[in-house]
């Protein structure tokens, strides 16, 4: 049974504060009455914590040693703690001895919605007054940039979605607390006296923390950054489709097209007269196809370009509404309106996909579903085809990489939506999959179960609650 709390420990320079540390874990757990978990994450510590940790996990069960082969510091140790962990509920705490264990019931029992992270807001005299001080302007300025608490730090109890958002970023780039407060999701914190460190001295120096803080705050920067780097990264897609021409997004029928629209018709639960957005629609290669379904089908794209291309193929038979947005930020008009938002090849060329999905879900009506078909990241061959197709980029189409169950799902999560999937289809390129004895052969490679993880088409599901 999985756990409900887990606590992530990282250890580097604590060999002699371990035994006693798992001792108060386990005792404030169990008063709490919960299953847990204590993942101890050791940072290729060499003074010998490896062998305290193999000897707590011998004496109990819920302890696991994750053990790195090589010194990646803190914050990076507390990265791959969290990919690690199964609980509902998270703590992070340091392994020093310095953040009472004592104090995890009070983080725990004020993470309610909704908010997602309590810090331990550190009080007291625990270090110099020199380490302090810095301490106290690097966290002054975090707070002003991402409006974090001021006293925010290491000791933190967060969601799983806070957790899940986290994972979302590049765990070699900026710090646990900066990740936090880059989420955009509600924080809040509480005063816990911190003690002084029973033994030795941190292992961080005094530039190491001014060079850590730095790193953190110009990951903030960077980020805030993203934001005003959206029209240029919005500009860039619309140059790439405009100016190339791009033969595979011309309308066409084949059977190729048919069964993606087939899986996506059936993965969304559509049904004739259901009102749907297709975002991203280009010159209609998809849309027309499922007006033909009786779907009451509108398209959206950044390329007013695209969509007169689309209405020429269409040669107004059949009037489809067509919306020139960005979906990050639609038109107010169009919120609550659809039953399903739905995308084919779409979802790689978006600049934010937390703040798209988001997007997405207001357009939706309650129950609604959002599904996109898109590219697996696991999939070779894709990269093959950026680098030998003539009019394909890596700037163009190489967010491919972030196709990864993880990384879509997680941003659907932080998004708001609910009951998430992902489904893998297909094998062979057009060239073969058009013809009957390369369908037949397609699906019974799909049905191989070692397969899966490499199949090309991917499915992502989530619904608006």
């Known amino acids: 049974m999985s756990p409900e709390l887990s606590v992530v420990v990282p250890v580097y320079r604590t060999r002699e504060a371990l035994r006693d540390l798992h001792n108060r874990l386990t005792h404030v757990l169990g008063e709490m009455k ?21 000897q707590l996990a011998a004496e109990d069960e819920r302890v696991s040693p994750l053990i790195l082969s090589r010194n990646v510091g803190q914050h990076h140790a507390v990265w791959f703690g969290l990919e690690a962990v199964r609980g509902s509920w998270i703590v992070v705490l340091d392994g020093d001895g310095q953040d009472p ?41 975090l707070s002003l940039l991402t409006g974090l608490p001021r006293d925010a730090g290491m000791f933190v109890a967060l969601s799983r979605r806070m957790a899940t958002a986290i994972l979302d970023f590049d765990p070699s780039r900026g710090s646990i607390v900066a990740m936090i407060g880059c989420t955009g999701l509600s924080v809040t914190s509480v005063p816990v006296i911190r003690s002084s460190r029973p033994e030795g001295a941190s292992a961080y120096s005094a530039w190491g923390r001014v060079a850590a ?60 007269e259901d009102r749907v957005l297709e975002v991203g629609c280009g010159m209609g290669r998809y849309t027309l196809p499922l007006w033909e379904r009786g779907l009451l089908v509108e398209g959206m794209d950044l390329s007013p370009v695209l969509l007169d291309r689309l209405r020429g193929f269409d040669g107004g038979r059949r009037r489809i509404p067509l919306h020139v947005a960005d979906v990050a930020e639609p038109d107010p008009e169009l919120r609550g309106r659809y039953d399903a938002v739905i995308g084919f090849f779409a979802l790689h060329h978006m600049h934010d996909l937390t703040r798209c999905f988001e997007g997405m879900a207001g357009l939706l009506r309650p129950g609604g579903r959002i599904v996109f078909l898109e590219p697996n990241a696991f999939n070779p061959l894709y990269y093959a085809q950026i680098a030998l197709t003539p009019g394909m980029t890596w700037q163009g189409d190489g967010g491919l990489v972030r196709m990864r169950p993880r990384v879509v ?35 019974i490679l799909e049905s191989v179960s070692p397969l899966n993880p490499v199949l090309p088409f991917q499915l992502f599901r989530g619904e608006r609650v």
């Open 34 to 54: 919960l299953r847990y978990e204590i993942v101890f994450v050791d940072d290729a510590c060499p003074l010998g914590s490896r062998e305290v940790l193999v």
């Open 101 to 141: 264990p004592e104090a995890i019931p009070l983080l725990v029992n004020a993470l309610v919605p909704p908010m997602e992270a309590v810090f331990a807001g550190r009080r007291g005299q625990y270090e110099s007054r020199g380490r302090l001080l810095t301490s106290r302007v690097f966290k002054t300025l």
């Open 213 to 272: 803080g730095c790193r953190a705050l110009a990951f903030v920067i960077g980020r805030k950054r993203r934001r005003d780097g959206f029209r240029a990264h919005n500009a860039a897609q619309r140059e790439y489709f405009e100016f190339r021409d791009k033969p595979r997004m011309r309308p066409s029928g084949s059977p190729y097209i048919a069964r993606h629209v087939i899986e996506m018709v059936r993965a969304a639960g559509l049904r004739p």
């Open 409 to 443: 799902l997680g941003a659907m999560a932080r998004a708001g939506l609910a009951n998430l999937s992902v489904e893998r289809f297909g094998f062979f390129p057009p060239f073969l999959a058009n013809r009957g004895w390369g369908r037949r052969l397609e699906a």
